[in-house]
């Protein structure tokens, strides 16, 4: 008798082995009820409380011992734990420490059950990393068998950045809206994959900040950049 551990002591039924009966005749004993003696994961488990049935076309032709003592292996598995990682998207690398960490999603209502080591968990330098969760608290669970089960592949992706094709342009009374190089780390970005979203009015003398948008969310994050119009330079003749 074996089942996964589900934090019960519930025994499901089964048919016990049986000695006494007629060759070829249709008898046999059912273990209807009883509990496991620990709810706990663990061989050779103690039941008590155990009930009986004869079943079968020839059973009353059979009794039952008056103490049934049978022996019954009965074991309690652990359960595999399903993991969820607080992770959706690349980190953009800004030198900080950057962690990702495995919880359990499946673990028995009011159990206390931790993944307590990792590794390839933690980075600061842009790179793609795998994540292994390593280890758990509660020894009534274990951890899935296959790694791809229990890791994760996560990625810091170099920041963006933009530098205006004319950084820096004088007042003319009309507004301008000059255009922008993207780069990805050390990586030019084709123009035609991202927009420039510029204010709705740049005129004046003043810094203007502008958002830089990819056309496919996955070669950056959004991001601001700046572009300044000087004042006019007044000669006087």
Same mark, same amino acid.
């Given at each position: ?27 046999? !004993? #059912? /273990? +209807?009820?009883?509990?496991?003696? &620990? =709810?706990?994961?663990?061989? *050779? ?67 206390? !059950? #931790? /993944? +307590?080591?990792?590794?390839?968990? &933690? =980075?600061?330098?842009?790179? *793609? ?20 089960d229990r890791s994760l592949n996560w990625e810091i992706t170099a920041a963006p950045s933009a530098t205006a094709n004319t950084p820096s342009v004088s007042y003319n ?65």
């Amino acid at each position: 008798a074996s089942k996964v551990y589900d934090k019960t002591t519930d025994f499901s039924v089964v048919e016990a082995t049986i000695s006494g009966d007629v060759p070829g005749e249709d008898v046999s !004993v #059912n /273990v +209807t009820g009883g509990n496991y003696v &620990s =709810a706990n994961a663990g061989n *050779n488990i103690g039941l008590e409380n155990l009930t009986y049935e004869l079943t079968g076309a020839d059973k009353g032709n059979y009794q039952l011992e008056a103490t049934p003592d049978p022996t019954i292996n009965a074991s309690i598995s652990q359960k595999e734990v399903s993991l969820s990682w607080n992770y959706t998207e690349p980190f953009i690398y800004d030198g900080s420490q950057k962690i990702v960490n495995a919880t359990i999603t499946n673990k028995e209502a009011g159990d206390d !059950v #931790n /993944v +307590t080591t990792h590794t390839g968990n &933690s =980075a600061s330098e842009v790179g *793609n990393y795998k994540a292994v969760a390593q280890a758990i608290d509660n020894a009534n669970y274990k951890l899935p068998t296959d790694e791809l089960d229990r890791s994760l592949n996560w990625e810091i992706t170099a920041a963006p950045s933009a530098t205006a094709n004319t950084p820096s342009v004088s007042y003319n009374g009309e507004n301008q809206q000059p255009t922008f190089e993207v780069k990805v780390g050390e990586t030019v970005i084709d123009p035609s994959k991202y927009t420039v979203t510029y204010p709705s009015s740049s005129k004046n003398a003043d810094t203007y900040e502008v958002t830089i948008t990819a056309k496919d969310p996955s070669d950056f994050q959004a991001f601001t950049a700046e572009f300044t119009i000087d004042p006019a330079v007044i000669t006087i003749n």
